[in-house]
């Protein structure tokens, strides 16, 4: 079991930034593929990145390439996501998930955070 907290959420300005967390426990975090994903009112959970166990691969979709970061430390059982020149469609409930096989979409990864929500205004 993977237990997943993430913080950072909050609300800014069309053209901010926002660093979430995910912090991790329980079974090894370095074994897992970490992924954020996002979900707007009224359409589907939606990848948005992941990284590889140990760090040196990371994927981005199309709509946030350039724009967000994401990285991890395993010492400190975190995965971080960096969120530059944020739009108002950027909005959404992000979750981080945890994979032992990775990939993008969602029915991969086994465990969940609670989210945290993002709100960019125009």
């Known amino acids: 079991q993977v237990h997943l907290v993430e913080s950072g959420g909050g609300e800014v300005q069309a053209g901010g930034s926002l660093r979430l967390s995910c912090a991790a426990s329980?079974?090894?975090?370095?074994?897992?593929?970490m992924g954020w994903f996002r979900q707007a009112p009224g359409k589907e959970r939606e990848f948005v990145t992941r990284i590889v166990s140990s760090g040196g691969s990371t994927y981005y979709a199309d709509s946030v390439k350039g724009r967000f970061t994401i990285s991890r430390d395993n010492a400190k059982n975190t995965v971080y996501l960096q969120m530059n020149s944020l739009k108002p469609e950027d909005t959404a409930v992000y979750y981080c998930?945890?994979?032992?096989?990775?990939?993008?979409?969602?029915?991969?990864?086994?465990?969940w955070g609670q989210g945290t929500q993002v709100t960019v205004s125009s």
């Open positions: 329980g079974r090894t975090f370095s074994n897992y593929v």
């Open positions: 998930a945890a994979s032992l096989g990775g990939g993008s979409y969602y029915t991969s990864y086994n465990y």
